[in-house]
């Protein structure tokens, strides 16, 4: 009870401080007289990280109803510029930046119902350790969502996971993708037609067109303008229709907003150790903390940062009424 209670407590805080650290957390909850050391909270970071995944699906597994049958797999960077020594880091590009940084990838997975956002899975890159790329780390989650039995309308995400390895082994699966493709991937109207890239195509209908995809198989072929740029998507689901497109597409947005509210209110690279098992707890339990928070979202129809606002007023407050009881001051 008491390592389940520490890992709330941890959670929580997350979700409250701006300055995370084992040792901050011991501080503050000295003041309450609740004497817990760093140390024995440095030690749930290990136990959370010895199987991190498990315990990340295990406290999610009963909020995910059937409606949440759309799963997005993407990945993002933790900067960590000065923490060279931190295992997990390497030089990595950063679309925030735009540049090479010292920081860590995580490849990352939500189920979504097109509005609320669930985090369930996620894998640390570490290629020089364990030698898998990130899309190896992509179908072991695709394998994992499976293998919980999950309601899989849908696995989403973008070009850099649309590797024929991915694509033939979600077909395998019996399983719908949909997933942005870059234009220069070979395709023919028809499988023993010539071999084309898709940017050399005309014109696609906007209901999309039956394409055969090289080295995987037929697909049908969506195209959109952004930024005056034709994106192209693709899916093995021959009978989607533009709405269901659009639909699916928008929801598959959700995980950019996971990003941004785990990086920004759940201090997921926020934290000070450096060994293997606890980054990997702290992660796990800043995801827990982005969903609890998503839950607040929802449960009082306001913003995340509204949220963290009102809590920064509460606490402003009474640290006001706090020194003018201590210094003797009058409230206006």
């Not at 860590?104 to 097109?114: L, Q, W, Y």
Request: glycine share 6%.
């Amino acid at each position: 009870m008491l390592k389940k209670a520490n890992a709330i407590v941890y959670i929580l805080f997350l979700l409250l401080s701006e300055f995370n650290s084992c040792i901050e957390l011991s501080k503050t909850l000295r003041i309450f007289g609740i004497n817990v050391s760093h140390d024995t909270i440095n030690r749930i970071l290990w136990n959370e990280g010895l199987n991190p995944q498990e315990n990340l699906f295990n406290f999610m597994k009963n909020f995910i109803t059937p409606e949440y049958n759309i799963f997005v797999i993407d990945d993002f960077v933790i900067d960590k510029f000065y923490s060279k020594s931190t295992e997990f880091t390497y030089y990595c590009w950063s679309n925030l930046h735009k540049r090479v940084v010292m920081g860590m990838h995580v490849v990352d997975c939500i189920a979504t119902n097109g509005k609320n956002i669930i985090p369930i899975d996620f894998r640390v890159y570490d290629r020089p350790r364990d030698g898998k790329t990130k899309n190896d780390l992509c179908r072991e989650i695709i394998l994992s969502l499976v293998e919980r039995g999950f309601n899989i309308r849908y696995i989403c995400f973008d070009s850099w996971y649309s590797s024929k390895e991915n694509l033939k082994l979600i077909d395998k699966l019996g399983l719908f993708y949909l997933c942005r493709i870059k234009r220069n991937r070979k395709i023919n109207l028809s499988k023993n037609g010539e071999w084309i890239s898709i940017k050399e195509l005309g014109e696609i209908p906007e209901s999309g067109l039956i394409v055969y995809l090289r080295k995987v198989g037929y697909v049908k072929l969506f195209c959109l303008s952004k930024n005056g740029k034709a994106v192209y998507y693709i899916t093995n689901n021959l009978f989607m229709s533009f709405g269901e497109f659009q639909e699916v597409k928008n929801a598959s947005w959700r995980i950019e907003e996971f990003h941004r509210g785990v990086k920004q209110c759940c201090n997921i690279g926020n934290f000070f150790v450096r060994k293997r098992f606890p980054v990997l707890g702290h992660i796990s339990l800043a995801m827990r903390a982005f969903f609890i928070l998503e839950k607040i979202r929802i449960d009082k129809k306001i913003t995340w940062y509204e949220f963290r606002r009102e809590l920064n007023r509460i606490a402003v407050g009474n640290a006001i009424i706090s020194l003018c009881k201590e210094t003797g001051l009058l409230l206006i």
